[in-house]
C-alpha cells in the first residue's frame, strides 16, 4: 500500500539513541519516522568525571546527549543520528531516576515546595561526529505535599514513576504535584522538540 505525502524527506528512519517512550513518541507524533537504538552507555561513568569538576546541569545533559549520538553513529555510519538526555538540578543538588518507590517517595518529599531545573539537551550525529546541538531548561514549582498524599500518588502511578528524573510524568497524575511552571511542555518531557525540528530542517532531511 503506497503511502501519502510526508514531511520526511530522508530515505531511513531517524536513529534515536535513547530508551525513551516519550521522546520517541513527541517525534512520532510530529511525523518524524524514528528506528530506537539504545546506546551501550554507562551514563554514570560518563556523568561522574563531569560532577566531580563542578560542571552545571546544562553541560552534563549535553554530555550524556553527545555520549548516547555518538555511540550509535558509530555502529550506523552514514545514518542520522538524535540523541538526549535530560537531568534535575533543585538548589544545588542534582537528581537521578528513584530505583524503587521508597526513593521515589523521598525524592518527590525533597522538591516538595521546591524550584527544580529540568534541563533538556539533544545531539544530532552523522558519521560518530557531531552535526548539531542544543539545550533548554524548564522550571518547575513543586506545591507543598504531605506524606499521605506523596503515598496516595504513588499507590497510583506505580511504577512510572521510576521511569522519569523526577518521579512524575507531567501529562499525567504527576501534574498534580506542581504549582506553576516556566518552560514548554516537550522540554519537561525530556526533548526540546521545537529546536529539534528546526535542526531536522536545516539538515535538509525534512520539509521547509
Not at 543520528?81 to 534535575?88: I, K, R
Not at 525524592?107 to 534541563?119: N, P, Y
Not at 539537551?121 to 548539531?132: C, H, K, Q
Amino acid at each position: 500500500m503506497n503511502q501519502g505525502p510526508t514531511l520526511w524527506l530522508a530515505a531511513e528512519p531517524l536513529l534515536l539513541a535513547s530508551g525513551s517512550a516519550a521522546r520517541r513518541d513527541m517525534l512520532i507524533a510530529a511525523g518524524i519516522p524514528v528506528e530506537v537504538v539504545k546506546p551501550a552507555i554507562d551514563e554514570r561513568a560518563v556523568e561522574a568525571p563531569l560532577v566531580a569538576e563542578g560542571s552545571p546541569p546544562d553541560a552534563v545533559a549535553a554530555a550524556l546527549a553527545c555520549a548516547k549520538a555518538l555511540a550509535v553513529s558509530q555502529a550506523h555510519p552514514h545514518r542520522l543520528v538524535l540523541g538526549a538526555d535530560q537531568t534535575l538540578a533543585c538548589h544545588g543538588a542534582a537528581f537521578h531516576k528513584p530505583e524503587n518507590l521508597a526513593a521515589a517517595a523521598d525524592q518527590i518529599a525533597a522538591l516538595a515546595g521546591r524550584t527544580h531545573e529540568l534541563h533538556s539537551a539533544f545531539v544530532l550525529a552523522r558519521d560518530g561526529a557531531p552535526v548539531f546541538e542544543d539545550a533548554a531548561v524548564a522550571r518547575l514549582t513543586m506545591r507543598s505535599l504531605s506524606p499521605g498524599f506523596i503515598l496516595r500518588y504513588l499507590e497510583q502511578v506505580g511504577t512510572a514513576a521510576l521511569s522519569s528524573v523526577g518521579g512524575y510524568q507531567i501529562e499525567d497524575a504527576g501534574a498534580q504535584l506542581f504549582e506553576s511552571i516556566e518552560g514548554d511542555h516537550f522540554t519537561i518531557m525530556g526533548l526540546p522538540l521545537l529546536a529539534v525540528l528546526a535542526a531536522l530542517r536545516d539538515q535538509g532531511v525534512l520539509a521547509r
